[in-house]
């Protein structure tokens, strides 16, 4: 079974803090996403990284940054956070053979 | 812009009867598309897939039509089941591309 883990489940941060959140699978899958949730507007993509080192910008990459040392290992970080970045943070992976994401279990951010 | 869209943020149904939850898409390069549920406090699991040269697709309870001129799918679930509540999300890829959109999504309530 894919194993995607996330750092924590809840995270509470005041404002201008730097904030890391940190995703580790174990099904040495490729892909690596970071995903918000709110509601009424679903999943928003924020990066994603196809490799080590590798990143792409989604969606809604602003105040974000993200770092792929190790293909097992994909990092969000809010460089400034702001209370607009209360949200609930999932990271998922795929592999090369399917378009199936595995989702880690997220973790919800309030940011006072 | 949403180009995964799911019009009804909630459905709720009678235990045993048919739930059907709709999603609409406006990117007509969608190659694939997938339905995830979430449960509270859990990250979204894969339910269901449907490729873009089929128009149905089907796994026990769970079926997806697929609706190409229409940029319509469904998700039929037959019978429903208490244990069917969570909120069901669409989501829709290109083959060429990595990343993934969602829809907002539509929580299902079953009632007993």
């Known amino acids: 079974d894919v194993k995607v883990t996330q750092s924590s489940r809840y995270l509470v941060k005041r404002t201008g803090e730097k904030v890391f959140l940190e995703c580790v699978q174990d099904m040495d899958h490729e892909n690596m996403f970071w995903y918000r949730q709110d509601p009424g507007l679903g999943l928003r993509l924020i990066y994603f990284s196809y490799d080590v080192k590798m990143k792409e910008k989604g969606d809604i990459p602003e105040g974000y940054s993200v770092s792929r040392e190790k293909k097992e290992r994909f990092s969000l970080i809010l460089e400034s956070a702001s209370t607009n970045q209360t949200s609930m943070y999932l990271c998922?992976?795929?592999?090369?053979?399917?378009?199936?994401?595995?989702f880690g279990p997220g973790t919800r951010l309030t940011v006072t | 812009d949403q180009q995964v869209k799911q019009n009804s943020p909630s459905l709720s149904v009678q235990e045993g009867r048919i739930s059907i939850l709709n999603c609409d898409y406006t990117n007509s390069m969608f190659d694939y598309f997938l339905w995830y549920k979430k449960y509270p406090a859990e990250g979204p699991t894969f339910l269901i897939s449907?490729?873009?040269?089929?128009d149905k697709n089907e796994d026990g309870r769970f079926t997806v039509f697929l609706n190409k001129s229409a940029k319509h799918l469904s998700l039929h679930i037959v019978p429903s089941q208490p244990g069917d509540s969570a909120v069901y999300f669409c989501a829709a890829g290109e083959y060429n591309n990595n990343d993934m959109r969602f829809g907002a999504g539509t929580r299902l309530t079953v009632k007993p």
């Open positions: 449907i490729s873009s040269i089929k």
């Open positions: 998922a992976t795929m592999g090369l053979d399917s378009y199936e994401q595995y």
